[in-house]
């Protein structure tokens, strides 16, 4: 069997974290566990979720996926992934596109003591009924814990999504 000698070998140990991601450190890793949904224009549901953030070492950027599933089939629901760039400021930049073609670029704050996320939307493109997404990130007893609002053209801004994650 013929071996690429062209790719770098796969590193042996964690990449060293980015001195701008360091505050965020505590994102990194799989999360996994259960939320909730409703907005005025739909039925309530729940969910299930794993959240995935990850740092390759040379760039100022976390990587995240997400992905949610039917809690009675397993059924796939909704997917998005999206980059993630904390400044030494204090403030956060997030790009996110959705399967649903929905792309979001949010602006932010993270307080690294306390460790809270906060995004606004500054652009969601392709969308024809989303306005404006908010989102909320928090550590709570170790549990990742997360509320999304958004509004549309017929509807002010409401909560529309709420989970609490565990680090796999």
Known sequence: MDVDKSSPAPPSQPPMLHPAVEPLSFLLGSWRGQGEGGFPTINSFSYGEELQFSHSGNKPVIGYTQKTWKLS????????????????????????????????????????????????????????????????????????????????????????LKAALKKL
């Open 73 to 160: 089939s397993c059924e796939p629901m909704h997917a998005e992934s999206g980059y993630w760039r904390p400044k030494p400021d204090g403030t956060i930049e997030v790009v996110i596109a959705q399967s649903t073609g929905l792309v979001e670029v949010q602006k932010g704050t993270y307080n690294e003591k306390e460790k809270v996320i906060e995004l606004q939307s500054e652009t969601v493109g392709n969308a024809s009924k989303v306005r404006e997404i908010r989102r909320l990130f928090k550590l709570v007893d170790g549990n990742l814990c997360y509320e999304v609002q958004m509004a549309t053209n017929t509807v002010s801004l409401q909560p529309h």
